[in-house]
């Protein structure tokens, strides 16, 4: 439902002077209400996106979100689709059989990096395994956001969490796993790519993603997936700006962004 | 020059500021004010009719805060 206007919009088209004219509107596919994410967050952003592409493509009525566990539990109150909420790490194999028994539905699953990269793993590569053809929409932002901030598989080098204090060393916890990457080299793997939205310019780049990743589905080309690096102004004790520029700086170098396999 | 404006959802907003940041005429501010969620929502200060309907501000948003309209057709 678009927000009431403040001030009445119609009342400038009268005597012949320029219209205006909406061109950016709420969603269809949200849902107006009231996200409990952190002032900042770019969940929000990435939601937004993701509704935008599925009202352009008119699909809306026929597309099925996987949620996640995490801090996009409660996506499904948040997206105006029909949804499904997975246990934690198996909205692929979720999606898997929703795909498989309503073949002309679009799937997608919408899971953060300790759903999909930690407990998780092993659903998304056998999905990318079998070539299902669903889109998955990963959000990356380096750290376990819901229950405070630990460490995840994707925290940086030398990240400072509150599970790594002394910040994550390689020696002894590990490198950074890179899903897209992973995956671009499987034959069932359709579309893999890696978008930040710390910027105007890079958010306008992932929704193009996002819209190719669910033509890809369109296609029946295979699975498609869109790491899409975000933010985490609280767990990473920063103020919302600093967090965007904490993602080009820091997070960028280590985690490139691009196209990995593109097929069609 | 392109006329436009946007309209706020100020209880949808969540105070985060980042589209004070991007805003090329640096037309938006925080309120003073509260919302009833108990942030400083964000609003337009465009007395001279600057803004240009451009839409960063909706673009960078993460809480779907702004409808952008923008000068159209003329209507005779």
Known sequence: MPPVLERPIENQTNNGSPVLEP?????????????????????GTIHRLVAEVIDELGIRERTLMVAPVGCAVFAYEYFNLDSCEAAHGRAPAMA????????????????????LASIGTN????????????????????????????????????????????????AIQGHPIHIPEMLAGMPGVAYAVRRSVHSVAEIRK???AIRQAFQTQLDGLGLSIVEILSSCPTNWRMDPAGALDFIRDQMVPVFPLGDFKVIG | MIRGTVVIDRERCKGCG?????????????????????????????????????????VICPDVVFSVYREGRVKR
Not at chain 2, 34 to 48: I, W
């Open chain 1, 206 to 208: 992932t929704k193009k």
């Open chain 1, 123 to 170: 659903e998304i590569i056998h999905a990318a395994a079998r070539g299902e053809k669903i889109t998955v929409i990963f959000v990356n932002n380096a750290v376990y956001g819901m229950t405070g901030g630990q460490m995840a598989p994707t925290s940086l080098p030398g990240q400072v969490t509150s599970s790594s204090p002394a910040g994550r060393n390689p």
């Open chain 1, 23 to 43: 061109v950016y509107c709420f969603p269809d596919s949200l849902r107006d209400v009231h996200t409990h994410y952190c002032p900042g967050c770019t969940h």
């Open chain 1, 96 to 115: 898997t059989g929703l795909k498989r028994v309503l073949p002309d539905q679009i799937v997608f699953t919408y899971q953060g990096d300790g759903d």
């Open chain 2, 18 to 58: 980042l589209c004070v940041g991007v805003c090329p005429h640096q037309l938006l501010q925080m309120e003073s004010g509260y919302n009833a969620r108990g942030y400083h929502p964000v609003q337009l200060a465009d007395s001279a009719g600057q803004c240009t309907g451009c839409g960063v501000c909706a």
